[in-house]
């Protein structure tokens, strides 16, 4: 399928646009349910990042001629793809970036400088390594104070307690829409207003958000939204700060270089505005069309379809699970995406995982960079399997053989 034309393929059929998912591994056709760490990529996402080093590859913004003004145009029409498909209000509120990590430590480094000792920020349990680690640094630099929201048992986020957590000290508040290890859905919006109401700041992580769910920063509110590439069915090395224009504007430069500045001499130096002023030395310019040309392809499909097909696997995996004797699922909040989390009795979930690759199914085994959730389960890892819009019940079938199989080896 070409990036940008409506589908006319069923999802079952939708596998056929991912080269690698025709591929075999030790024997078996791949089962691939590890998308929450990186999806597949479509051709055309391939094809469209080949033509721009094989027809017009050029630096951006800095050359008069031909392939420069190509390269420049597709690599600009590629923010706009992303504020629209964002909601942004302007195409100057998008950053570019390497992926969510960074733009969680561009937001952090520039709202520490205005911070001081005994300041509060807000985080939950729930949270990446990547929207933990940013501001313990400036704890350990500034003085300012981590509070926690809690997961409930069931694996929500623990609203009301985050409510108790709000004061006139919180001055910034940083949240995950999505729970990469659980799947759990926050209701970011709510935490929004209710941030808001008190004079702080919000950043929402959405790298899992954004693949399963409809996201309009407008309609959310926040300050701050991340997302990265290689989940999006786009390419690594590229990632999205969307920032409101007000609080862009209040960010200092995050790096230093050509492209963010305005003048430069040894006696003073004058920066370019937003996204500019944050996109210091030549940018990932094949990923970010790439990332352009993944967004055409999300929208030529009918994300409806895509949302209840995601769902449809993962209820009926869930439904499977329950009846397994010695599988604990650990993916159990109300509101939840595609993912299951679980654990299978005396089994390390290396062991489960490797098991699973004699048999071609691929998922994910460990900590999944969310120590602070797995020490609430109680565990020092899970195995997750990750459903895409590319996985068919099939792929159901296949996770369940494994765990047959790894109960019939160990159990």
């Known amino acids: ?204 992580d959405g790298s899992q958000a954004v693949v399963h769910l409809d996201v309009d920063v407008q309609e959310i509110g926040c300050d701050f939204y991340v997302f990265t590439g290689h989940k999006l069915y786009g390419p690594t090395g590229i990632g999205v700060l969307y920032g409101r224009t007000d609080a862009l504007n209040e960010l200092p430069p995050y790096q230093g270089g050509g492209e963010m500045i305005d003048k430069v001499s040894f006696e003073k130096i004058t920066f370019k505005e937003p996204p500019a002023r944050f996109e210091a030395g030549t940018p990932a310019i094949v990923e970010a069309i790439g990332l352009g040309a993944a967004i055409d392809y999300l929208g030529g499909l009918d994300t409806e379809a895509i949302h209840e097909h995601e769902q449809m696997l993962l209820r009926e995996a869930e439904s499977r699970f329950v009846v397994v004797s010695g599988v604990t699922v650990f993916s159990t909040a109300p509101e939840r995406a595609a993912i299951l989390s679980f654990s299978i009795d005396k089994v390390h979930p290396h062991d489960v995982a490797s098991v699973f690759d004699q048999l071609g199914i691929a998922v994910r085994a460990g900590n999944h960079c969310a120590q602070p959730a797995m020490k609430t389960l109680g565990v020092q890892a899970t195995v997750r399997a990750s459903f895409a819009f590319y996985n068919t019940m099939d792929d159901v079938e296949r996770l369940m053989e494994g765990v047959y199989k790894v109960k019939k080896l160990f159990l």
């Open 1 to 204: 399928m070409a990036c940008g034309l409506k589908a006319v393929k069923s999802l079952n059929d939708l596998k056929l646009d991912f080269p690698a998912l025709a591929q075999s591994v030790n024997g078996r056709m791949v089962a691939y349910l590890d998308s929450a760490a990186s999806a597949q990529k479509p051709k055309c996402v391939i094809d469209a990042m080949t033509s721009v080093m094989t027809d017009h590859y050029a630096n951006v913004h800095r050359g008069i001629y031909t392939f420069s003004s190509k390269t420049s145009v597709a690599f600009e029409d590629s923010r706009r793809k992303v504020a629209r498909f964002l909601n942004a209000k302007s195409d100057e509120e998008i950053v570019f970036t390497r992926n969510s990590t960074e733009a969680i430590n561009l937001v952090a480094s520039g709202i520490g400088q205005s911070l001081k000792a005994g300041d509060e920020i807000i985080l939950t349990e729930l949270e990446h390594h990547a929207n933990i680690v940013p501001w313990y640094f400036l704890k350990e630099q500034k003085g300012v104070v981590l509070r926690v929201v809690p997961m409930k048992v069931d694996r929500s986020l623990d609203m009301s307690a985050f409510e108790k957590l709000l004061s006139s000290k919180t001055k910034f508040v940083a949240v995950t829409q999505m729970s990469n290890a659980l799947g759990t859905i926050v209701p970011v919006a709510d935490i929004v207003r209710k941030a808001h109401a008190v004079g702080a700041k919000v950043l929402v």
